[in-house]
Every structure is written in C-alpha cells, then in structure tokens.
C-alpha cells in the first residue's frame, strides 16, 4: 500500500489526469459524435442484416455482407463502454460505476475491440476478393464464390482475428497513484511488455501495417483496379455491339468500390500513423493539452466511423439496395421474391461455355452492389 499523507488536495481536473479543457473534448469527441456514430452504425447495421436476412438466393455475397455487418455491429458495441460511456464521468460526474469498471477493464476491453476490428479490415478484403473472381475470373469463382467457400473464410477470418488480438491482452496494466492526502486511485498505463521497442516495432508498427493496414489496402485496391478495368471493358464491348449499359450497373459498381477505399484509406491511415507515433515520438506528447492528445482521439473516431458509415455507403451508391429497403418495408414477403445475386446452379457440359460467356452479366446485374 502505497503512502499518500503528504499529497495535497487536488480538483476533478487533477484526480482524472486531465484538465477540464481535455475532459471537455474528450466528451464532445467520444461520448457525443463517437455515441452517435455507434448508436446510428449498429441500427444501420442491424438494417442492412435484416434486408440481406431476406434474400432468397443464398449466395456467398449476401452471406459476406452479413458477416460484415455483424462484424461492425460489434465493434460499434464493445467501442461503447471502451470510447462512449468511459468519458461521461471526467467531465459530469455521472456513471461513476462505469468509469470504475471502465479502469479494472481497460486492458481487456482493448483486445476485444480489436478482434472484430480486425474481422471487419479483413472481411472488406474478402468481399472485393468475392467481387473480383466472380467478375474476371468466372473459370475459378465456381468454387471460391460459393456458399461453403464463404463459410470456411468467415470462420478462419474469425479464428485469425481472436489469435492475432491475444498479444494485446498484456499490453496494459493497473496501478496506483496518489490522488489527494490518504487517497489513491486505480490508473493503467501501458506496461513493460507493451513499451518493449521488439514488441512495437515488430508487433504493434511492422505487423499491424502488413495486416491491419498496408496489406489491406493494396489488395482492396489492386482488386477494384482490376474489377473495374473488366467492367469498364464489359462496357465499351456493349457498346459497340449497341446493346448500351443496362440500368448502369457498371456505374453502380464503379462508385460503390470507389467510396469504399476512399473511406477505408480516409479512416484506417490515421489510425496507423498513430501507431507510428507511439513508437516514435517522446511520451510527453500524449499527455493531456499536446498535440499527440488531440490526434489520437480524432484517428480513434475515425475507425469507429468505419464502421457506421457502411450502411450509407449503400443507400448512396446501390439502387438494387435501395430497392430491397424499401420492398422490405413497404411489403415484407415480397422482398423473398427479390435475390440479391442468382443462385449458381451447377451447369451442363453441353451449356458450360454459353455459362461462362454470360455469367459476369448475370452474376452483376442482380447483386446487391450490381455487381
């Protein structure tokens, strides 16, 4: 038990290690923006579930998508006592028990976080993987577009995303501080393990650039370099034939995969530049009122609005979609009669080449995403 006769009284602003200003901005940031975008991304994801719950075609994209929203779903859930709720009582003085077991939890609420998140980067990878065999290489989507296929890729992801997390789990520790004359008070901080210069250049710099970041984003954007070069393709053949661009699917597609990326390189990048900075730059930084402070909580939002933001993205850029919304509310039992993608039905030797001649057509013209 540590002694703290000889410390001195000190206000709100000195017992949480933060000054009113950072309490302040901590609340507007987290709690406020950072509650509403976990709020309205979770009943947007529990929407876009329940319209891909109602397609009848059992394919591998309405099972990915699904996948993919109950991924976001749980890291909006876990980012709210970890984000939301633990700055409410710095600055108000309200849900002093979640503040409590915010403190006791912290360095296992982390890792839990993580590991949907984790899910969530590679899910995206998997479904413009998805896109892309089904759209250029018809020949091998086959076996990898299938149902079963999905299945097992989901499970690995999941599987994938829980081992690579552990590490995490001793990252953090507890302490206690002097907070006032006979006063203590449970801190963490991170710990010996986690400050270790291997641990976060390897682990926390190198590997999480190569699995959360970096590897991610070059492969989301060589398989929409190469999804929408085929279809932009596809187009120009149409054309010349001059059958035109039915219901503009390739239009539909193009700026689905664009706001995609666009949204992943704009939330994801400054999350791994934050990284890089715990690694680089002095402590001091981080404290309460330095620039590092501020940083880190807008590079924080920003990965929670990666995984609010998905259900708008379809509203914005799927017509198909939002022609399952409305069906699905206005008349429930008519949605079961709308796939989303056709089933693949498995094709006759004699008909294996007019399949393949007219599988990408079909395959984009009735999913989701028309893709």
Request: with cysteine.
């Amino acid at each position: 038990m540590i002694s703290c006769a000889n410390e001195n009284a000190t206000d709100d602003s000195d017992k949480f290690d933060i000054s009113q200003n950072c309490a302040a901005f901590d609340f507007g940031v987290y709690t406020v923006v950072g509650g509403s975008l976990c709020t309205l991304g979770i009943v947007g994801n529990i929407i876009s579930f329940s319209v891909l719950w109602r397609d009848n075609s059992k394919t591998a994209t309405a099972y990915l998508l699904r996948a993919l929203a109950v991924a976001d779903s749980l890291v909006l859930l876990v980012a709210m006592p970890l984000y939301v709720l633990s700055n409410v009582y710095p600055l108000t003085g309200y849900l002093k028990p979640c503040y409590d077991v915010y403190v006791n939890l912290l360095p296992y609420i982390w890792p839990c976080y993580l590991m949907p998140y984790t899910a969530t980067i590679f899910l995206t990878v998997l479904v413009s993987a998805n896109r892309y065999f089904a759209v250029c290489k018809p020949f091998k989507s086959q076996d990898f577009c299938s149902t079963a296929s999905a299945r097992k890729h989901v499970t690995v992801i999941a599987i994938f995303s829980i081992i690579y997390n552990i590490p995490r789990f001793f990252e953090y520790e507890k302490s206690i501080i002097c907070v006032g004359p006979n006063t203590t008070q449970e801190v963490f901080h991170t710990s010996a393990y986690g400050q270790n210069m291997f641990y976060r250049i390897l682990y926390a710099n190198v590997m999480y650039f190569l699995v959360m970041h970096g590897g991610p984003l070059i492969s989301l954007g060589y398989l929409n370099y190469k999804l929408i070069r085929a279809l932009k393709k596809r187009q120009r053949k149409r054309q010349n034939m001059g059958k035109g661009d039915r219901n503009g699917y390739q239009q539909d597609i193009t700026l689905v995969l664009v706001v995609v990326i666009f949204v992943f390189m704009f939330c994801q990048t400054p999350t791994f530049v934050d990284h890089v900075l715990w690694t680089a730059i002095d402590e001091t930084y981080r404290q309460c009122g330095e620039w590092h402070y501020y940083y880190t909580a807008i590079a924080d939002l920003l990965a929670i609005l990666n995984s609010s933001v998905n259900f708008l993205i379809y509203i914005l850029t799927s017509r198909k979609f939002r022609q399952l919304l409305v069906t699905s509310c206005t008349n429930p039992e008519a949605t079961r009669m709308i796939p989303l993608e056709p089933s693949r039905a498995q094709p006759t030797m004699a008909a294996v080449k007019e399949t393949h001649a007219h599988h990408n057509h079909v395959e984009i013209n009735n999913s989701p995403f028309k893709e």
